[in-house]
């Protein structure tokens, strides 16, 4: 399975961003995976930011996004979407989309910064 995530950059203190992730592979069921958004700041531990089913039906937030991000799919498309809202410096990170079922696979990442 192959992840894409594109859509970081720079951007200013309460400014905003939308990621997205697509998935491709011969036969793959994006339908079936639970998606997810994760970061890495500069010298942390990797952290989820969001999750939704495979559906779309529920998603779920860390508490340092709630209110700020939101996450989405499209099925039709293969693709998972992030809206960061109100970006913070602290949003800066590595953004990576990671996709689970009874294996799971990981995006190379796309960085987002947050700086005046």
């Known amino acids: 399975v192959q992840l894409v995530e594109s859509g970081g950059g720079l951007v200013q203190p309460g400014g905003s961003l939308r990621l997205s992730c697509v998935a491709s592979?011969?036969?793959?069921?994006?339908?079936?995976?639970?998606m997810s958004w994760y970061r890495q700041a500069p010298g942390k531990e990797r952290e989820l930011v969001a999750t939704?089913?495979?559906?779309?039906?529920?998603?779920n937030y860390a508490d340092s996004v709630k209110a700020r991000f939101t996450i989405s799919r499209d099925n039709t498309k293969n693709t998972v979407f992030l809206q960061m809202n109100s970006l913070k410096p602290e949003d800066t990170a590595v953004y990576y989309c990671?996709?689970?079922?009874?294996?799971?696979?990981w995006g190379q990442g796309t960085r987002v910064t947050v700086s005046s």
């Open positions: 592979r011969y036969a793959f069921t994006f339908s079936t995976y639970r």
């Open positions: 990671h996709a689970q079922r009874v294996s799971g696979y």
């Open positions: 939704i089913t495979s559906d779309g039906g529920s998603a």
